[in-house]
T-cell receptor
């Protein structure tokens, strides 16, 4: 499976600020997904990022709050904008190829908003 | 959209015994059902998956069964060991990797030595 890294691994941010999380893969992948996992909870899909097209957001998540970039087949960013304490969570990227079924996760970014 | 329910939310078993976790899904078009294991502070790891053209799949001590008619699938872990302690998530999707996963709520499995 692909080697997936995320930066930063954790951060503590002030409310009202923004944080950009990076996801890097060591091989080209068709699809990249961004999930949120609140403490003790399951994984909730924020959006799907295709290279060369706009991200597709799930219900309850909007582009103004979570802008996503996907400039190439190995990299994506998720920005958490105008943060509030409710945004404190783990943010994970996952990757997949359209020719196969499996999705693999990055190590996650633990965000705390104070 | 898809809805995946998972039971139980917590499960404790004696080391060496078997553990079973069950999931149901709502979307009849779903045809791919992976299971992830997440240890504390770690990323979810894909441990086994099953596609809708198969009823059962085994990999050493773990197995997954699928009943498409009833829309449910289960994870079976035999001869449990302390390192099996983790949170397990089931998920469902409509197919290839370009399809999003919908996750169950998770099961915290504790193996009692």
């Amino acid at each position: 499976s692909a080697v997936i890294s995320q930066k930063p691994s954790r951060d503590i941010c002030q409310r009202g600020t923004s944080l950009t999380i990076q996801c890097q893969v060591d091989s080209q992948v068709t699809m990249m997904f961004w999930y949120r996992q609140q403490p003790g909870q399951s994984l909730t899909l924020i959006a799907t990022a295709n290279q060369g097209s706009e991200a597709t957001y799930e219900s309850g998540f909007v582009i103004d709050k979570f802008p996503i970039s996907r400039p190439n087949l190995t990299f994506s960013t998720l920005t958490v904008s105008n943060m509030s304490p409710e945004d404190s969570s783990i943010y994970l990227c996952s990757v997949a190829n359209s020719a196969s079924y499996e999705q693999y996760f990055g190590p996650g970014t633990r965000l705390t908003v104070t | 959209g898809e809805n995946v329910e998972q039971h139980p939310s917590t499960l404790s078993v004696q080391e060496g015994d078997s553990a079973v976790i069950k999931c149901t899904y709502s979307d009849s078009a779903s045809n791919y059902f992976p299971w992830y294991k997440q240890e504390l502070g770690k990323r979810p790891q894909l441990i086994i998956d099953i596609r809708s053209n198969v009823g059962e799949k085994k990999d050493q001590r773990i197995a997954v069964t699928l009943n498409k008619t009833a829309k449910h699938f289960s994870l079976h872990i035999t001869e449990t060991q302390p390192e099996d302690s983790a949170v397990y998530f089931c998920a469902a999707s409509r197919g290839f990797g370009n399809e999003k996963l919908t996750f169950g709520t998770g099961t915290r499995l504790t193996i009692i030595p």
